[in-house]
């Protein structure tokens, strides 16, 4: 927590700033300030913003990318026929098929694997680096090495559930079952992360108030409850915004596991935005389908944080 | 504090000037890289794949004599650009290039992208510069052809036939000397006859093809079976799919890829390298494949057959495909650029590359001239080639009209959940027109 401490102490900094900015007396260091934030302006602004407004502009365009010259605005036609577009409905179905799923999956594991390596025993070391490997390794080397794993014929976890009695699955290769496989490799990519920052959430929680609550009487159960949870909420404020914001921009596993089949039923925005604008070239019609998209995940950032009560975490 | 923030403010500034510079130095490398504004005599050429690589090396050489002994004094520039798998790195860079117009006098690009190209205009007819098209393979005149001129010359061929694994067959009880040959190809009654001994001999999927590639690899291989149906994609001026991609004859097309995966002949879940490692006796491949065999699976003697025929017909087909040499429409020396692509196509530059690159030949006299020296595969593959290879449609709106046939070769392969295949076709067929214009 120390660092999470660090980061708040860093928000009060700047809001004292803001208060010195306007007065005139302090003019020098205003000026400082503001060219401290220029390199990240700069940056933000050539990779961030600009690209965005361009989006949001080719979205009203007729943009193909191989005749740019000829490019028109068209007004809201690409909106039109986005909402009649049965594929891009597909794709937001899977997507929060995905996050509704990876969500408590991810989550969770990670708070698991959290509490279970926040102990000084000796070898939780070994344990933390196991978990948190995955995270380090390149998401499509993790993918391909999974299709390996997961392949109907001759896998080792087709081996693995045959050896046990169990009878072989198809995985990625059923419509029904693939997007729950790509969830599950996920989850186990990614929950490393989330337990890095939920452990040291954990380690910043005083001693004295498991002590206190101890002297009260409260078993494990109920300190977990009452004492662990509720000091975590900040951290895990955190982890919820990341990992929802992280799961609707899927699309790597997917590209390399399925290629967004089978019939469709893994095919995610991102990947058909990917798809529209750089195989099919329509980049007025995939600035479009951003722009939709990339309001759907405001929305639903917006409520969670209405939801989850982050509010109240000032 | 205060010293710090100077030192730091130093510090970034230097950084983002450096930053800068690197993008100036890169955008002057590009421009140096277009031959507009070049000295007047260099033609610059842009290929994607790497120096290194088999074809790299060829064509250093091909430019090293090109620019020693053309009499027009031309001096061509090679800027090699690899891909990526599917196309980017390559294709960004032109794609970048547009917006930006800079453009070489030369590109290459892949085969289904000539109407894309030519459509908008960034590459122009090559029929003025290009005396010698009468020897080029039909199927690269076709996949170079849009609205009847030719904007693209394919400087090597691809093909795909059934890799039989001999052992295999052998032990099965088949033999060899019966099977079929481009000039008397079998019909798919007989080819699931085959099938039919293998599949009871070794229990099991006996072919691999490829189903889960989802990929162009499905449109460039299972086409075939669709044309020696009778079938089409579209009608011959690309402005319908409705009527021709639901007709009965492509109805039956995918009734048989269909009955290859319901009768369990074939599989949609693979063994990865199957047939190499002798899971599989047959495995429809390209022509890619033989090299790989070659280099890592000695132990596999394999022979290659051709495409089975739709008994209805008994018309042969198969793919074909490659990449091929454009002009810009924005070079300002279409002379020399003609000159170029005219020497880089000739007889002895192409058999270069294929023999060089291990691949299929694009015009007959060098066609004719590997049969004679190379092995029993390929040249049935050859053969097949020059015979029965059929371009892929040349679409403006390729990329989605492939990807809507890929689906259907799936959808066609989940037998549960499509039995009804007229029903899959017709929806089909509405998809690809509408993307059509």
Redesign the interface.
């Known amino acids: 927590m120390k660092n999470t401490k660090g980061i708040f102490r860093g928000f009060t900094g700047v809001r004292a700033n803001s208060k010195s900015l306007m007065d005139n007396s302090s003019f020098k260091e205003n000026t ?1 300030g503001y ?2 934030l ?2 990240a302006l ?1 940056v933000l602004g050539l990779f961030l913003f600009i690209p965005a407004m361009m989006s949001l502009y080719y979205s009203f365009t007729d943009y ?5 010259d000829l490019t028109e605005f068209i007004a809201l036609d690409n909106f039109k026929t986005l909402l009649s577009d049965a594929t891009f409905r597909t794709s937001v179905g899977n997507i929060f098929q995905f996050v509704i799923f990876i969500m408590p999956i991810q989550v969770g594991t990670a708070l698991g694997l959290a509490l279970l390596v926040n102990r000084s025993n000796r070898g939780t070391m070994f344990y933390k680096i196991a978990y948190f490997s995955p995270v380090v390794m390149s998401l499509v080397v993790v993918s391909v090495l999974w299709l ?1 794993i997961l ?4 896998g080792l976890l087709n081996e693995i559930l045959q050896t046990i009695g169990l009878p072989a699955q ?1 995985f990625l ?1 059923s ?1 029904n079952q693939a997007m729950y496989v790509i969830i599950f490799v996920s989850a186990w990519q990614g929950a490393g992360y989330q337990m890095l920052i939920f452990l040291a959430g954990l380690q910043n929680i005083p001693e004295e108030v498991y002590e206190a609550s101890t002297i009260d009487g409260a078993n494990k159960w109920q300190q977990f409850l009452n004492v662990t949870l509720p000091m975590l909420k900040p951290t895990s404020l955190l982890i919820l915004t990341t990992t929802l914001i992280d799961a609707f921009k899927l699309i790597i596993q997917p590209m390399v596991m ?7 039923s893994t095919l995610t925005p991102v990947y058909y935005i990917f798809r529209t604008g ?4 329509q980049i007025g019609f995939a600035s479009a389908l951003t722009v939709m998209y990339g309001g759907i995940i405001i929305i639903f950032t917006v409520l969670q944080r209405k939801f989850v009560g982050g509010d109240t975490n000032e | 504090m205060n010293r710090m923030s100077k030192y730091f403010m130093l510090m970034s500034s230097a950084a983002l000037l450096a930053a800068c510079g690197n993008g100036e130095s890169d955008s002057s490398g590009e421009n140096s890289g277009n031959g507009g504004s070049a000295s007047s005599d260099e033609v610059t050429v842009w290929v994607q794949y790497s120096e290194e690589s088999a074809e790299g090396q060829v064509m250093v050489e091909s430019i090293e004599e090109f620019n020693e002994t053309n009499e027009e004094g031309i001096t061509a520039v090679v800027e090699y650009i690899p891909r990526s798998g599917s196309g980017g790195g390559y294709e960004d860079k032109i794609n970048a290039a547009l917006t930006t117009d800079s453009l070489p006098d030369v590109i290459t690009l892949d085969g289904p992208n000539t109407a894309a190209y030519a459509n908008s205009q960034i590459i122009q007819p090559l029929d003025e510069y290009i005396s010698s098209t009468d020897d080029l393979l039909p199927s690269i005149i076709e996949q170079g052809t849009f609205n009847d001129e030719l904007y693209s010359i394919g400087y090597s061929e691809s093909g795909v036939g059934f890799f039989y694994n001999r052992t295999m067959l052998e032990e099965a009880g088949v033999d060899l000397d019966t099977l079929p040959t481009v000039d008397d190809p079998w019909t798919w009654d007989e080819f699931n006859g085959l099938l039919d001994t293998l599949a009871s001999n070794y229990d099991g999927p006996v072919l691999d093809m490829g189903f889960d590639d989802q990929s162009e690899w499905l449109l460039y291989a299972f086409s075939p079976f669709v044309w020696s149906a009778g079938g089409e994609i579209t009608n011959e001026e690309g402005t319908e799919a409705v009527g021709y991609f639901d007709s009965e004859e492509t109805v039956s097309a995918f009734d048989f890829i269909q009955s290859l995966v319901e009768e369990g002949y074939s599989t949609i879940t693979p063994v990865e390298k199957g047939f190499h490692t002798g899971e599989y006796p047959l495995y429809m491949s390209g022509s890619w494949t033989m090299q790989e065999l070659d280099n890592e699976y000695e132990d596999i003697d394999y022979g290659i057959m051709p495409y089975p025929v739709s008994p209805n017909t008994n018309e042969l087909f198969s793919p074909t495909g490659s990449w091929a040499y454009g002009m810009t429409t924005s070079t300002e020396k279409p002379e020399e650029a003609g000159v170029l692509i005219e020497f880089l196509t000739s007889e002895q530059e192409l058999y270069d590359m294929s023999m060089g690159n291990s691949v299929l030949p694009a015009r007959q006299s060098v066609a004719d001239r590997m049969l004679e020296e190379v092995e029993e595969p390929m040249q049935v593959l050859i053969e097949q080639n020059s015979k029965t290879g059929r371009a892929r449609p040349t679409l403006i709106n390729y990329p989605q009209v492939s990807r809507t046939f890929q689906e259907t070769v799936t959808e066609s392969t989940y037998y549960e959940q499509n039995p009804d295949l007229n029903s899959l076709l017709e929806t089909k067929a509405q998809e690809i027109e509408s993307n059509l214009e």
Do not use: E, K, V
Request: net charge neutral.
């Open positions: 400082t060219l401290f220029l390199p700069i193909y990318m191989l005749t740019p390996y392949n109907p014929a001759s198809p290769s419509p399925t290629q967004g089949g089978p019939l469709n750089f195989t099919d070239r």
